[in-house]
C-alpha cells in the first residue's frame, strides 16, 4: 500500500519548529487568515488551527468547506461541549516529546557513525559471537553488517564454539540462509578488525586481540578496553540495541534481517515476558510488519530429531521434586541444548517454583540449566551465588546457567559420580531456597 500523500493546512501563528517538523512529513499549506483558509482546494489531512482563530463558529465553517477533516486548536482552554472532530492540544508538550525523539534519534545516528569509523579500515573483519551462538547473537551480527554497510566477503560471522545443535537454531541459519563459521582460535589473526556482540571481550580470556567494538546486553563483566562500546543491561535483546541502530541510521532492512530481529527479541525474551522493556515491544512492533511470518512460524516448530527423544525419556525418569524445586539430572549428553531445554519443561510442572536440570557434556563440563517462575529471586543471582566461585554462572531473572569443569567438580564432591553430582546439586539449590523464604520472611 503506498502512502497518501499527506497535506496540513496550518492557520494562524505557529512555532516555525512546529512546521519543519509536520513538513518532513508532508505537504504544509500554511494561511493567516480564514478566509485564505477556506480558498484553498483539495483535502487535508489534518487542519491546524492556532487558538486565536478559533471559535464554535470557526469550527464550523471548516467542517462545511472540508468535511471529514480532523481539527487541532493549539493551547486552547477545550471548552465544556466540544465540537466533534476537534482536539485541543497543548502544543509545548508535542513540540517537547518530539524534540526529545527527535535528539534521541540525532544522538544514536552519532554513535553510528563512532563504530563505523572503528571498523571502516578493515579489509575482512570479524562478527564474533558467544560459544553457542542464539538466535539473538545471529541477528544482531546480521544487523551489524548491515549497519556497516559489508557482505559475506567482508564481515564473517563466526563462533568458536562446538556445531550448532538447538534444533530452532539449525532451522533459523538454514531457513534464513545465514552463514555461521565454526573457527578455531588461530583463525582469529587472519582479521583486520574484531566485533562482539551479545557477548563481551572478557568472555573469551585472553584469546582475543584488541577488540574494536562490543554490543551487548549482559552486566558488564571484567575489563572492556575496546574502542568502541555499547553495553545496555536495560535491554532484553542485544537485537533490540541494533535495531535501533538501523533505524536512527535509516538502514534499509530487509525481510530476512527483520525476521531474524524479531526471532531474537523474540527468544530472549520469551516472547515479550522475560525481561523486555518497553525499547524490546518498539523494536518488535517496528519489525513485525516487515518480518516472514510464515518463516517465523517454521523456524519456532523445528522439530527434536527422533534420536534425541530417547534423552529425554531416559532424563525425565530421573527427575525428584523437593521445597518446590524440580530437579532432572539428564546425564551425559551429546546435544547441550537438551539441558536447557528439559529446564524449560520442567518449569510447567504444576506447584514447581523453580527448575533445575543438569547434564555432562563431552565427559568435561558439568552444564546445569536454571528457571523459575519469575517472581522469585533472580536465577541469574542465584546461580551466580551458588557456581560463580567454582565456573561460570549468570544468567536472567527467570533462566541461568553455570558451566563446571567435570575436573572442579570431583574437587568439590571427591567423585564425579552420578551420585555425587545429583546430591551436591540438590544440597546447593536446597539451601538457596530455604535462605530465600527467610528472606521474604
Ligand atoms: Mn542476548
Given at each position: 500500500m ?127 559471537l558467544?560459544?553457542n551462538p542464539d538466535p539473538d547473537a545471529i541477528a544482531s551480527a546480521l544487523a551489524?553488517?548491515a ?10 560471522i ?5 556445531q550448532i545443535s538447538r534444533p530452532e537454531n539449525v532451522a533459523m541459519i538454514e531457513l534464513l540462509d545465514i552463514d555461521l ?17 551479545d ?37 532484553g535483546a542485544t537485537s533490540t540495541?541494533l535495531t535501533?541502530?538501523l ?5 534499509e532492512i530487509s525481510e530476512r534481517l527483520a525476521t531474524s530481529l524479531v526471532y531474537g527479541i523474540k527468544t530472549d525474551t520469551v516472547s515479550l515476558n522475560r525481561d523486555a522493556?518497553?525499547?524490546d515491544v518498539e523494536a518488535f512492533t517496528f519489525l513485525y510488519p516487515q518480518a516472514n511470518l510464515g518463516l517465523l512460524r517454521r523456524i519456532e516448530r523445528a522439530e527434536i530429531p527422533p534420536s534425541e527423544l530417547?534423552?529425554f ?22 546435544r547441550?541444548y537438551l539441558?536447557p531445554k528439559m529446564a524449560d519443561f520442567?518449569i510447567q ?22 528457571r ?26 527467570s533462566a ?42
Amino acid at each position: 500500500m503506498q502512502d497518501e500523500l499527506k497535506r496540513y493546512l496550518f492557520i494562524g501563528d505557529f512555532d516555525s519548529l512546529l512546521h519543519g517538523l509536520f513538513s518532513k512529513r508532508g505537504e504544509v499549506i500554511w494561511v493567516s487568515s480564514m478566509e485564505e483558509a477556506l480558498n484553498q482546494t483539495g483535502h487535508f489531512t489534518i487542519i491546524l488551527v492556532d487558538k486565536n482563530y478559533f471559535s464554535s463558529n470557526v469550527s464550523k465553517e471548516i467542517n462545511v468547506h472540508y468535511p471529514n477533516t480532523p481539527i487541532i486548536v493549539s493551547d486552547y482552554e477545550k471548552p465544556a461541549e466540544p465540537p466533534p472532530s476537534v482536539r485541543f492540544v497543548p502544543f509545548n508538550e508535542i513540540l517537547l516529546s518530539e524534540i526529545s525523539r527527535e535528539e534521541k534519534l540525532a544522538r544514536t545516528e552519532l554513535r553510528v557513525e563512532e563504530l563505523r569509523r572503528v571498523h571502516c579500515d578493515a579489509k575482512k573483519m570479524l562478527i564474533l559471537l558467544h560459544y553457542n551462538p542464539d538466535p539473538d547473537a545471529i541477528a544482531s551480527a546480521l544487523a551489524l553488517r548491515a549497519l556497516l554497510k559489508r557482505n559475506r566477503q567482508t564481515a564473517i560471522i563466526g563462533h568458536l564454539g562446538e556445531q550448532i545443535s538447538r534444533p530452532e537454531n539449525v532451522a533459523m541459519i538454514e531457513l534464513l540462509d545465514i552463514d555461521l563459521e565454526e573457527l578455531d582460535n588461530s583463525d582469529i589473526k587472519d582479521f583486520d578488525s574484531i566485533a562482539l556482540v551479545d557477548v563481551q571481550p572478557s568472555y573469551f580470556g585472553d584469546i582475543l586481540p584488541e577488540v574494536g567494538s562490543v554490543i551487548d546486553h549482559h552486566p558488564q563483566v571484567g575489563p572492556n578496553k575496546s574502542k568502541f562500546s555499547e553495553i545496555r543491561t536495560e535491554e532484553g535483546a542485544t537485537s533490540t540495541i541494533l535495531t535501533g541502530f538501523l533505524r536512527a541510521a535509516q538502514v534499509e532492512i530487509s525481510e530476512r534481517l527483520a525476521t531474524s530481529l524479531v526471532y531474537g527479541i523474540k527468544t530472549d525474551t520469551v516472547s515479550l515476558n522475560r525481561d523486555a522493556n518497553p525499547d524490546d515491544v518498539e523494536a518488535f512492533t517496528f519489525l513485525y510488519p516487515q518480518a516472514n511470518l510464515g518463516l517465523l512460524r517454521r523456524i519456532e516448530r523445528a522439530e527434536i530429531p527422533p534420536s534425541e527423544l530417547k534423552c529425554f525419556g531416559q532424563a525425565l525418569a530421573d527427575h525428584w521434586i523437593s521445597n518446590g524445586i524440580i530437579f532432572v539430572n539428564l546425564g551425559r549428553v551429546k546435544r547441550e541444548y537438551l539441558i536447557p531445554k528439559m529446564a524449560d519443561f520442567g518449569i510447567q510442572v504444576k506447584g514447581v517454583d523453580w527448575s533445575v536440570a543438569f547434564g555432562v557434556i563431552n565427559n568435561s563440563y558439568l552444564i546445569i540449566s536454571v528457571r523459575n517462575v519469575g517472581y522469585k529471586k533472580s536465577a541469574g543471582r542465584v546461580v551466580r551465588d551458588l557456581f560463580g566461585e567454582v565456573g561460570s554462572a549468570g544468567g536472567h531473572r527467570s533462566a541461568a546457567k553455570a558451566v563446571i569443569s567435570l575436573s572442579k567438580v570431583r574437587k568439590i564432591v571427591g567423585k564425579g559420580s552420578q551420585e555425587h553430582i545429583k546430591k551436591w546439586v540438590t544440597k546447593r539449590f536446597g539451601s538457596a531456597v530455604v535462605e530465600e523464604a527467610e528472606e521474604l520472611g
